[in-house]
T-cell receptor, first 114, second 112 residues
Framework: QQQVKQSPQSLIVQKGGISIINCAYE??????FPWYQQFPGKGPALLIA?????SEKKEGRFTISFNKSAKQFSLHIMDSQPGDSATYFC?????????????FGTGTRLLVSP | DAGVIQSPRHEVTEMGQEVTLRCKPI?????LFWYRQTMMRGLELLIY????????DSGMPEDRFSAKMPNASFSTLKIQPSEPRDSAVYFC??????????FGPGTRLTVL
């Protein structure tokens, strides 16, 4: 059973455009929602994270929007750049695991065309 | 800071052979994680340790897989005997008490 569903599987955006990646979760015990960015040949790296006490978190061009009632959260990349081309993973974890046991989505491969 | 160090970076072996993957976490981190990444199943948590003690190994696929953390600066993931379906990229990650997980560069394993 996939606990975190991510879409789309792949995404092509023109330079300067907005990239939007969506995730939905089932387990209401999830209380921490990070996004990881992975470049080819590298390990994933934390990009931005949110806890459900806020509906939005922004860091530079990256924004997480969180809808607790719908059990959905999304990543928005404003002014997308070719250097943002990577695979993005959403994830979730529960406090009873110390937020250590991350459940990952299946990933979205983003290509930003010049 | 050197980050999480994994070795080898690439491993090609034949079915039935024993494979040992190694990880050195970031100094001062007290949690260590082993993940497997495949196209079919994505990124899966295999096992994680806290203060060198295995906390959750429910993601370990079967008895052929074992992991140890003899001290705070070293961990191994062993597959014995290896099978072609074990081919994947294996990542080690470390963190300090539930904070951001830092991933290593991964070991690409190919079992022929």
């Amino acid at each position: 059973q996939q606990q975190v569903k991510q879409s789309p599987q792949s995404l092509i955006v023109q330079k300067g455009g907005i990239s939007i990646i969506n995730c939905a979760y089932e387990n209401t015990a999830f209380d921490y929602f990070p996004w990881y960015q992975q470049f080819p040949g590298k390990g994933p790296a934390l990009l931005i994270a949110i806890r459900p006490d806020v509906s939005e978190k922004k860091e530079g061009r990256f924004t997480i929007s969180f809808n607790k009632s719908a059990k959905q959260f999304s990543l928005h990349i404003m002014d997308s750049q070719p250097g943002d081309s990577a695979t993005y993973f959403c994830a979730a974890s529960r406090p009873d695991t110390g937020f250590q046991k991350l459940v990952f989505g299946t990933g979205t491969r983003l290509l930003v065309s010049p | 800071d050197a980050g999480v160090i994994q070795s080898p970076r690439h491993e090609v072996t034949e079915m039935g052979q024993e494979v040992t993957l190694r990880c050195k976490p970031i100094s001062g981190h007290n949690s260590l994680f082993w993940y497997r990444q495949t196209m079919m199943r994505g990124l899966e948590l295999l096992i994680y340790f806290n203060n060198n003690v295995p906390i959750d190994d429910s993601g370990m696929p079967e008895d052929r897989f074992s992991a140890k953390m003899p001290n705070a600066s070293f961990s191994t993931l062993k597959i014995q005997p290896s099978e072609p379906r074990d081919s994947a990229v294996y990542f080690c990650a470390s963190s300090f008490t539930g904070n951001e997980q830092f991933f290593g560069p991964g070991t690409r394993l190919t079992v022929l």
